[in-house]
């Protein structure tokens, strides 16, 4: 079964510092994507960023990009220049192409702070 | 182009009621897939559906269903609520194709039972 894993329930940060946010996966299949969701205390997901497991290249969303290590099965999030609209929790979700689901992480609680 | 509906947005049942929530999903996705999220729990995945069948389906109770009509609207179902199923019911809608990877969700319908 394919798991999530987000090892930091919370963190803050200052404004217009940079951020990371780790998550770990596991699954043995080879055809999968990886996404950031954000989700603010108004509860709307909002896609973040998402990455496709054959592509080697790190996805980039201006300030938001993922170092993506497939044979680690690692995915974290950097935000740069952080904002105080960046405050919310963010999930990191697996989805493979035959499972049809996402499977989320328990998330991350993100607190910019000015 | 218009995002994911859900309907209603906030609802309160009482133990042994059932409901309905309804999903309308990004024009041209045709896959629907549903999720509870609670504070305990975390995001689970309920079920998906893609040209009315569904697909996949989460380890819910069979008080848990659903549907898709042609027009890809999708709607689930809750019968004989139980205080536990209070929870925020997010609904995401997938363009359907591998390689596009556009999931999106819905603002979610909130559940009280009481």
């Known amino acids: 079964a394919q798991t999530v894993t987000q090892s930091q329930p919370e963190m803050s940060v200052q404004e217009a510092e940079t951020v990371t946010l780790s998550c770990t996966y596991d699954?043995?299949?080879?055809?999968?994507?990886l996404f950031w969701y954000k989700q603010p205390p108004s509860r709307q997901m909002i896609l973040v960023i998402r990455?496709?497991?054959?592509?080697?290249q790190n996805a980039t969303e201006n300030r938001f990009s993922v170092n993506f290590q497939k044979a680690a099965k690692s995915f974290s999030l950097k935000i740069s220049d952080s904002q105080l609209g960046d405050t919310a929790m963010y999930f990191c979700?697996?989805?493979?192409?035959?499972?049809?689901?996402?499977?989320f992480g328990a998330g991350t609680i993100l607190r910019v702070k000015s | 182009k218009a995002g994911v509906t859900q309907t209603p947005r906030y609802l309160i049942k009482t133990r042994g009621q059932q409901v309905t929530l309804s999903c309308s999903p990004i024009?041209?996705?045709?896959?629907v897939s549903w999720y509870q999220q609670t504070p305990g729990q975390g995001l689970q995945f309920l079920f998906e559906?893609?040209?009315?069948?569904q697909r996949n389906k989460g380890n819910f109770p069979g008080r848990f269903s659903g549907r898709q009509f042609s027009n890809s609207r999708s709607e689930m179902n809750v019968s004989t609520l139980e205080l536990g199923d209070s929870a925020l019911y997010l609904c995401?809608?997938?363009?359907?194709?591998w390689g596009t990877g556009e999931l999106f969700f819905g603002e979610g319908s909130r559940l009280t039972v009481l």
């Open positions: 699954t043995s299949e080879n055809n999968y994507y």
């Open positions: 995401a809608s997938w363009s359907g194709s």
């Open positions: 559906y893609f040209s009315e069948t």
């Open positions: 990455q496709e497991a054959y592509k080697q």
């Open positions: 024009s041209g996705h045709r896959s």
């Open positions: 979700a697996f989805y493979m192409e035959y499972g049809n689901k996402l499977v």
